[in-house]
């Protein structure tokens, strides 16, 4: 699919009609809404699927208008996201992360360490190997790609998730 689709739109849409369909889908599937860890789980990978096809769409879009570049260095990119890292604010450093023009070992290893931080373990797990694939000698990304393994096999176990729910259900009496 591409980002229209994914957004429901056709791809005339204007920016105005990508930034309003992007809103009302990311109201209807935040994360926070749901108790139940698979939905939130879910719910999470439909946001960073909405966030990707949002930016595409307001690039394409942009350019129907005149060349706009929303593309920054690889180190201007890691720089920003290192610090939405630090301050936990992961889905805003996954974007920055996709305004990189290129892709190198460091960038797959930040990006491994905020899915990580999403609890997205598989996915983690992906961008650490791709980051040891770029660079075998470094035992950073090595810990890191062993580190979401382990996170992917220990959330696959029955008394964890009943777990995990069960934290979840507090954490949602103790918002309201």
């Known amino acids: 699919m591409n980002a229209f689709e994914i957004l429901g739109l056709r791809d005339d849409a204007d920016e105005q009609q990508v930034r309003q369909a992007y809103h009302q889908q990311v109201k209807a599937c935040h994360p926070d809404q749901f108790e139940d860890?698979?939905?939130q789980q879910r719910a999470q990978e439909k946001l960073i699927q909405l966030n990707l096809a949002?930016?595409?769409a307001i690039r394409l879009t942009a350019g129907k208008?005149?060349?706009?570049?929303?593309?920054?260095?690889?180190?201007?990119?890691?720089r920003v996201a290192r610090k939405l890292l630090e301050q936990q604010r992961y889905e805003s450093a996954l974007?920055?992360?996709?305004?990189?023009?290129?892709?190198?070992d460091e960038w797959y290893y930040i990006h491994g360490q905020l899915l990580m931080g999403m609890h997205q373990y598989?996915?983690?797990?992906?961008?650490?190997?791709?980051a040891v694939r770029l660079k075998p000698?470094?035992?950073e990304y090595r810990q890191g790609a062993l580190d979401a393994a382990i996170a992917v096999k220990k959330h696959q176990k029955w008394p964890y998730r009943v777990a995990e729910w069960a934290g979840n259900l507090l954490h949602a009496r103790n918002k309201t």
Do not use: I, M, W
């Not at 208008?65 to 890691?78: D, F, L, M, Q, Y």
């Not at 598989?122 to 791709?130: D, I, L, M």
């Open 122 to 130: 598989g996915t983690a797990h992906q961008s650490f190997r791709e």
């Open 65 to 78: 208008h005149g060349p706009v570049s929303r593309t920054v260095s690889v180190e201007e990119a890691k």
């Open 95 to 104: 974007l920055q992360l996709s305004h990189a023009e290129t892709r190198d």
């Open 54 to 56: 949002y930016e595409e």
């Open 137 to 139: 000698e470094n035992n």
């Open 37 to 39: 860890q698979e939905a």
